[in-house]
């Protein structure tokens, strides 16, 4: 599987480098600072989300299903799609890296 995922992102790294190292930059830099909220946050400020991310995650999961079923017409319907699956899902998985991490951190102070 690793090499398979290295082999299709090799050509990217060739045609885009600066690009995608600056992308990667970002990523690591919003992933690492969310972290760092988790960790430094109330033990189990975070640790309630876990239902409502879920149901985030399946709207957004619908969503992207439903518009490749919305003819190209319906401009006002399928723009809208576009705004709840790309701003949807920024905060779902900014809210996953919140829970997550918060619960890595919850269950390694607690199962001592």
């Known amino acids: 599987f690793n090499c398979a995922m290295g082999a299709s992102l090799a050509p990217?790294?060739?045609?885009?480098?600066?690009?995608?190292?600056?992308?990667?930059?970002?990523?690591?830099?919003?992933?690492?600072?969310?972290?760092?909220v988790a960790m430094s946050s109330r033990s189990d400020q975070f640790l309630s989300w876990g239902q409502?991310?879920?149901l985030g995650l399946g709207?957004?999961?619908?969503?992207?299903i439903g518009r490749l079923f919305i003819p190209a017409h319906f401009?006002?319907?399928?723009?809208i799609m576009d705004k709840v699956v790309v701003y949807g899902g920024m905060a779902v998985f900014s809210g996953l890296i919140l829970y997550d991490t918060q619960k890595i951190t919850?269950?390694?102070?607690?199962?001592?």
Do not use: E, I, N, W
């Not at 060739?14 to 600072?33: E, H, I, K, S």
């Open 12 to 36: 990217a790294f060739f045609m885009g480098g600066p690009m995608v190292l600056r992308a990667a930059m970002y990523t690591g830099g919003v992933v690492g600072g969310l972290s760092l």
């Open 59 to 64: 709207v957004v999961f619908v969503t992207s």
């Open 52 to 54: 409502p991310l879920a």
């Open 106 to 112: 919850y269950k390694a102070k607690h199962m001592r």
């Open 75 to 79: 401009f006002v319907a399928s723009s």
